[in-house]
């Protein structure tokens, strides 16, 4: 379904862009503590020395782990990538660029990128955008459009998976039977039809776009007309077109618009461990949550001990209907700070992902530790379970060993360990 719309992005992101402008006119500015993420540039490979230490030191960690184990995943990329990055060059920081501090409900922005144009608006204006710009896709493919607006208008994805199936079975039934009229035309007033199908916003739309007309019909023996989508003979001399569109149809998905991570990064500060988040953060009221917050935090310790599995589950949902956000910030060996939102419910796969889209030296395997002092080694753990939420400030460690013999061959340098154009746009967090 992702390929029917991919490449008429440009033409709704040109249409919805409304009236231009002269080049000499002022240009709208993001805001100064926008950061957009920015895929990783390509590096040149790094020398000889560089590859053979970070070889040898991985080669250490899998035979300390066992020989029976085999490499973890992660050890494979990076003896694969090894050949592939460049030795970093040192990065001075220099202070004197930085950015001026914000506002502090500027740094917990929840925005949402829109998947058929690419821009990032508010919550409360997403879903009317997301509809707008199908809406605009209907002139130029309206079958794609159609199919988008059954799996994303309507919300009962029980009504939708019934009314698709109807639809695709009178399909099916006319590319299996060409030659029958029976199947060549649908009773509007039929009511499995009226119940199943019709109910659907899109479902006209889809009818007419893959070459159905509405036509009164008198039936044999009667004397009323009655109502019909019938399909046109041009549509029914492309056979191969109907399974087309039937396949759509059945493997379409809902449109669902992005988080968007927010990215920003500070300058070192010791605010970097308090959050002021804002209500939206959390689905409960902000005065239950923090005093919520602050009861599980004094009985934590003495608690921890003594909770079965069953307690630890009751309250891992309990945390699930609480907070449906968190915003998270990982420090580096220089103090730096990378902070990014996302759901509560996500794996910890997706913060490392995250974080090495920002790093220079984004194959070296890294360990991030929690706030109370435990690695977090469970890539597919959520963000609840591992009581990341609604907020939390991390600590980033590169992996001793591999750092170690890097350093011994003088071509790695650890003073800066984000891209330098990350450190140049840096603010100020107060």
């Known amino acids: 379904m992702k390929k029917l719309f991919e490449g008429l992005k440009a033409d709704i992101k040109f249409r919805s862009a409304g009236t231009g402008r002269r080049l000499i006119d ?12 920015r895929p990783p540039p390509r590096k040149e490979p790094p020398g000889d020395a560089q590859i053979a230490a970070a070889s040898a030191a991985i080669a250490r960690l899998d035979s300390k782990q066992g020989k029976g184990k085999g490499k973890t995943p992660l050890r494979d990329n990076v003896h694969t990538q090894a050949q592939d990055v460049a030795v970093t060059q040192e990065v001075k920081v220099v202070s004197n660029n930085k950015k001026t501090e914000t506002e502090n409900h500027s740094l917990y922005n929840i925005m949402f990128r829109c998947p058929l144009t690419g821009e990032i608006l508010r919550k409360e204006d997403i879903e009317a955008h997301v509809k707008k710009s199908i809406e605009m896709l209907s ?16 919300k009962d994805k029980d009504k939708v998976k019934l009314g698709v199936e109807t639809m695709a079975k009178y399909l099916r039934n006319i590319i299996a039977n060409p030659y029958e009229e029976k199947y060549q035309k649908v009773k509007l007033t039929n009511k499995v039809f009226q119940e199943k199908v019709i109910c659907l916003e899109g479902a006209h739309d889809f ?13 044999q023996g009667q004397e009323l007309q009655e109502e019909f989508y019938v399909l046109s003979s041009d549509a029914l001399d492309q056979l191969k077109n109907l399974q087309s569109y039937h396949d759509s149809l059945v493997s379409g998905e809902p449109l669902i618009a992005t988080l968007d991570r927010q990215p920003q990064i500070f300058i070192p500060s010791d605010q970097a461990a308090n959050f002021d988040l804002p209500d939206e953060f959390f689905n409960l009221t902000i005065e239950e949550v923090r005093l919520d917050q602050k009861l599980r935090t004094e009985n934590l310790k003495q608690n921890s001990m003594l909770k079965t599995k069953a307690m630890w589950e009751r309250e891992e949902k309990r945390e699930i209907r609480k907070y449906k956000y968190t915003v998270l910030r990982i420090r580096f060996p220089d103090d730096y700070i990378l902070q990014g939102l996302f759901y509560a419910q996500e794996r910890l796969s997706v913060l490392v992902d995250f974080i090495r889209q920002h790093l220079q030296n984004d194959w070296l395997p890294f360990k991030l530790i929690a706030p109370c002092g435990q690695k977090l080694e469970d890539e597919q753990a959520t963000f609840s379970q591992c009581g990341l939420v609604p907020s939390a400030f991390l600590t980033f460690h590169w992996d001793e060993a591999i750092l170690a013999d890097m350093e011994a061959t003088g071509g790695y340098k650890t003073e800066s360990v984000l891209k330098e154009d990350l450190i140049s746009s840096a603010i100020l967090l107060t």
Do not use: Y
């Open 139 to 154: 002139t130029a493919d309206p079958i794609s459009a159609s199919i988008m607006k059954i799996h994303t208008f309507n």
């Open 26 to 37: 002022e240009a709208r500015e993001l805001p100064d503590n926008a950061i957009k993420e």
């Open 207 to 219: 009818f007419e776009a893959v070459g159905f007309e509405k036509k009164s019909l008198t039936l």
